[in-house]
């Protein structure tokens, strides 16, 4: 009983710590977002709260926080309030397999603990890709449910997208898979220890930079990010599929958007750049503070995608439909296709170790 | 031969996506933002700046408008109302006794103030003109000397040679070139 209860108290406080970075996380991006795009635009960005404007997302948060809760007429209530949580919470859970930092495990009264990740399940990254689909439910059931044509529209081309693209992530995920031998992300991350050359990018025996660039591009459009954004087209669109929502439940599918965002960072940086590990090998710091250095790689990889979704917006235009379906179908889908074939060639002619 | 390979391998790597990519970092890099922060800092404006409008005075305080309506009858948003009099006691003389001015309606283009035969109308640098109510924008005769006298404190000298009845066509004339020999 003891036991349970230790164990519990220690998973309800890893939530909690994991939650609070991510959110946290999420309001500097926020901020972060519309820094980076105006500097890169050669404007300022949000220049008034605070100063240099870093205390904006509170303000954001505040007025989304005090905002009426406006329901549309005709639209159907139940779904039109589950629709957001329906998006959130996928967006959230899949953070509890990701590995923020070095697979050890401390002993806490006598039992052990991980601290880094807050379940490491034999399955891992499918439980993510499971849980992420789920997320377009919310979306297309927020469209639906919202009585307007803007948003019908927004959700039904969000379905059609994230179910393409969600099917690239699969699949160019899956030559990792089969080089690590593992679905879990912390043993597909101790896979690639040992300095940048063991990272799945570059590895031997097939790099898998084919893969990286169809997941890297296949993420951009799952989280509905320029240039895949035609979910919410702003120009065509108002704001797609959340364009009747307000207050609390915008701001639900706002921090859906930016977890998911973050998410797809991580298992990028997981499954691709070696996750916590250095691109040298072993650790510069000694033993006992080897983690702050895994942890600040797994940061430093993690911003980086992030950025890279940034910079991306403030490079492109956004894609034609038809042109975003080619894109998916006869681009991305063959080159996946065959990555998983010649990586599972190479890896059966040059087994590992 | 060599061509197409160029152009597929441009494709592949995504090369005009890496051309625009360096050209958004080489902003962020050098980051020179053009916003002006603009409660905080506002631009100098060219001298001719068609701001607010404004009825002005000569140099010893009398009103420069003689109540000819011809800035009403220049004004193509019709934001202009003149009611006209003869000044008290000088049956040859007249002034406006209303002037009225629906700035809601007037798109700054200066025509009044070039119909003017006597220069009793000026334009103003003045842009901050946000009001609540939009019947704070119809200005009387008192609000436009108002902000005539505070936006040109240097007033025109009252010219003394002519005649009173005709000053206003030589001032109208002054701004003509001088006539050859």
């Given at each position: 009983m003891a036991e349970v209860g230790l164990k519990l108290a220690f998973s309800l406080a890893q939530i909690a710590v994991v939650m609070g970075i991510v959110l946290l996380t999420v309001m500097v991006l926020t901020l972060a977002e519309r820094k980076v795009l105006g500097w890169m635009q050669d404007r300022m960005g949000p220049m008034e709260v605070g100063p240099y404007g870093i205390l904006q997302p509170i303000a954001d948060g505040l007025k989304l926080f005090f905002k009426?809760?406006?329901?549309?007429?005709?639209?159907?209530?139940?779904?039109?309030?589950?629709?957001?949580?329906?998006?959130?919470?996928?967006?959230?859970?899949?953070?509890?397999?990701?590995?923020?930092?070095?697979?050890?495990?401390?002993?806490?009264?006598?039992?052990?603990?991980?601290?880094?990740?807050?379940?490491?399940?034999?399955?891992?990254?499918?439980?993510?890709?499971?849980?992420?689909?789920?997320?377009?439910?919310?979306?297309?059931?927020?469209?639906?449910?919202?009585?307007?044509?803007?948003?019908?529209?927004?959700?039904?081309?969000?379905?059609?997208?994230?179910?393409?693209?969600?099917?690239?992530?699969?699949?160019?995920?899956?030559?990792?898979?089969?080089?690590?031998?593992?679905?879990?992300?912390?043993?597909?991350?101790?896979?690639?220890?040992?300095?940048?050359?063991?990272?799945?990018?570059?590895?031997?025996?097939?790099?898998?930079?084919?893969?990286?660039?169809?997941?890297?591009?296949?993420?951009?459009?799952?989280?509905?990010?320029?240039?895949?954004?035609?979910?919410?087209?702003?120009?065509?669109?108002?704001?797609?599929?959340?364009?009747?929502?307000s207050g609390m439940r915008f701001a639900f599918f706002f921090l859906a958007e930016y977890a998911n965002m973050i998410l797809v960072s991580c298992i990028a940086a997981a499954l691709f750049l070696g996750g916590w590990n250095a691109p040298y090998p072993g650790t510069l710091l000694p033993e006992n503070l080897a983690w702050i250095e895994g942890v600040v790689w797994f940061a430093a990889k993690v911003y980086f995608f992030l950025f890279l979704f940034f910079w991306l917006r403030a490079t492109l235009p956004r894609l034609r439909y038809d042109q975003l379906m080619r894109f998916g179908w006869k681009v991305m889908l063959p080159i996946a296709l065959g990555n998983i074939l010649v990586t599972s060639i190479a890896a059966y002619l040059f087994p590992k170790g | 031969m060599m061509k197409t390979f160029n152009a597929w391998l441009k494709t592949i790597i995504f090369y005009e996506i890496l051309i625009g990519m360096k050209a958004t970092l080489g902003h962020l890099l050098r980051y020179k933002p053009i916003t002006l922060q603009y409660p905080h800092e506002k631009r100098t404006l060219p001298d001719s700046y068609r701001g607010m409008l404004a009825l002005l005075r000569y140099d010893d305080g009398t009103e420069k408008c003689v109540g000819c309506d011809l800035c009403e009858a220049a004004c193509p948003s019709r934001v202009i109302k003149v009611i006209s009099a003869e000044v008290p006691g000088e049956p040859t003389k007249r002034y406006s006794k209303e002037y009225y001015m629906d700035m809601t309606r007037c798109l700054f283009c200066g025509l009044c103030v070039d119909a003017c035969p006597v220069d009793a109308l000026g334009m103003t640098r003045e842009y901050e003109w946000a009001v609540y109510d939009k019947r704070q924008l119809r200005l009387n005769k008192q609000q436009l000397l108002a902000i005539g006298d505070r936006s040109f404190p240097v007033r025109e000298k009252r010219l003394e040679l002519q005649h009173p009845n005709v000053a206003f066509f030589n001032v109208a004339f002054r701004q003509m070139p001088p006539k050859e020999g």
């Amino acid at each position: 009983m003891a036991e349970v209860g230790l164990k519990l108290a220690f998973s309800l406080a890893q939530i909690a710590v994991v939650m609070g970075i991510v959110l946290l996380t999420v309001m500097v991006l926020t901020l972060a977002e519309r820094k980076v795009l105006g500097w890169m635009q050669d404007r300022m960005g949000p220049m008034e709260v605070g100063p240099y404007g870093i205390l904006q997302p509170i303000a954001d948060g505040l007025k989304l926080f005090f905002k009426e809760d406006i329901i549309p007429a005709g639209a159907n209530k139940f779904l039109f309030s589950l629709a957001p949580i329906l998006s959130l919470v996928p967006a959230l859970i899949g953070f509890a397999v990701v590995p923020f930092g070095p697979s050890r495990t401390v002993e806490l009264f006598g039992y052990q603990f991980q601290p880094f990740v807050i379940s490491d399940i034999n399955i891992g990254i499918l439980y993510i890709l499971a849980f992420t689909s789920i997320g377009a439910y919310g979306v297309i059931l927020g469209g639906w449910a919202s009585n307007s044509k803007y948003s019908l529209l927004g959700g039904l081309r969000s379905a059609a997208q994230v179910i393409s693209y969600e099917l690239n992530v699969g699949l160019a995920i899956v030559g990792v898979l089969l080089l690590a031998g593992s679905l879990s992300l912390v043993k597909i991350t101790e896979a690639q220890a040992g300095g940048f050359w063991h990272w799945y990018v570059f590895a031997f025996p097939f790099p898998q930079i084919f893969a990286f660039v169809v997941y890297v591009i296949s993420a951009v459009a799952e989280t509905n990010r320029v240039p895949f954004d035609l979910p919410e087209a702003e120009s065509e669109l108002v704001a797609g599929f959340f364009t009747e929502y307000s207050g609390m439940r915008f701001a639900f599918f706002f921090l859906a958007e930016y977890a998911n965002m973050i998410l797809v960072s991580c298992i990028a940086a997981a499954l691709f750049l070696g996750g916590w590990n250095a691109p040298y090998p072993g650790t510069l710091l000694p033993e006992n503070l080897a983690w702050i250095e895994g942890v600040v790689w797994f940061a430093a990889k993690v911003y980086f995608f992030l950025f890279l979704f940034f910079w991306l917006r403030a490079t492109l235009p956004r894609l034609r439909y038809d042109q975003l379906m080619r894109f998916g179908w006869k681009v991305m889908l063959p080159i996946a296709l065959g990555n998983i074939l010649v990586t599972s060639i190479a890896a059966y002619l040059f087994p590992k170790g | 031969m060599m061509k197409t390979f160029n152009a597929w391998l441009k494709t592949i790597i995504f090369y005009e996506i890496l051309i625009g990519m360096k050209a958004t970092l080489g902003h962020l890099l050098r980051y020179k933002p053009i916003t002006l922060q603009y409660p905080h800092e506002k631009r100098t404006l060219p001298d001719s700046y068609r701001g607010m409008l404004a009825l002005l005075r000569y140099d010893d305080g009398t009103e420069k408008c003689v109540g000819c309506d011809l800035c009403e009858a220049a004004c193509p948003s019709r934001v202009i109302k003149v009611i006209s009099a003869e000044v008290p006691g000088e049956p040859t003389k007249r002034y406006s006794k209303e002037y009225y001015m629906d700035m809601t309606r007037c798109l700054f283009c200066g025509l009044c103030v070039d119909a003017c035969p006597v220069d009793a109308l000026g334009m103003t640098r003045e842009y901050e003109w946000a009001v609540y109510d939009k019947r704070q924008l119809r200005l009387n005769k008192q609000q436009l000397l108002a902000i005539g006298d505070r936006s040109f404190p240097v007033r025109e000298k009252r010219l003394e040679l002519q005649h009173p009845n005709v000053a206003f066509f030589n001032v109208a004339f002054r701004q003509m070139p001088p006539k050859e020999g």
